[in-house]
């Protein structure tokens, strides 16, 4: 979902207040652990949406696998393995606060964050890069195409179909945005989407209105079907942590 800027409405907030559960999953994805803490769940983007969890409410554990930091209505995630971590996405402007609270209930910190990968340029994955940056001594990547449309001190490293960071594989995704990537673990089949794929109201790939190549974006969702995947997660929406190899499936054959 591209950022926007939006005027909020008190109705709108009390809205979310009322959407936002609290619940949380451990799970095993292949050979690694995933803690996906699910702190609040919305299913579109609401109006004037500021980052919702704390330290109180973040992650479970620091146990060297995926975790996920809800920030209302977008995510962003974490790997954590040994000492080093890696975060995908930074969600809107204001976020920082938040994914430091999760990288520390996890038993890390910024300063063990060695590389930030934002799937693509919008506003609500990449709008938390200037209140990263000055808090870590990390790489950040993007995809090429996308490089140029991204806000920072120093430019990302931009990334294509087939780099590896950090033992993960780089899909490249374009359709959503031009430069669009997805990240793969394949020690885990661990799919971060961005929003190549989306779970608001089940498995479904990019949102059309927000989508600068619809049909690309549909090669893309074929593209990712192919991999071995044992979990998806998306910028927007739950984690798909079961049958998920065969709802992607699914989705590609879909017309």
Known sequence: MAGRQLRGKPAARRKL??????RRLLFTAGSGVLGVALLGSCSE???NAAPAPSSSSSSSGGTGGWQRVNLSFVSAYLLIRG??????????AGSADAIGSA????????GEVKHVILTHNHGDHAGGLAGVEPQVNAVFYAGVADVAGIKAAKSPVGLKDGDEVFGLQIIGTPGHTAGHISVFDPSTGTLVAGDALRTTDGL??????????????ALSVRK???????TILP?????????????LKKLAATP
């Open 103 to 110: 990288l520390t209930a996890a038993g890390s910190g910024w």
């Open 17 to 22: 207040g009322d959407m936002i559960t609290r």
């Open 224 to 230: 990712l079907s192919a991999l071995p995947v044992t």
């Open 83 to 92: 000492n080093e971590a890696a975060v995908v996405d930074l969600g809107t």
């Open 204 to 217: 479904a790939g990019a949102d059309p209105q927000y989508t600068a190549d619809p049909g690309q974006a």
């Open 235 to 247: 910028g927007h929406g739950d984690p798909l942590t079961t049958g998920a190899a065969e709802a």
């Open 45 to 47: 983007k609401p109006e």
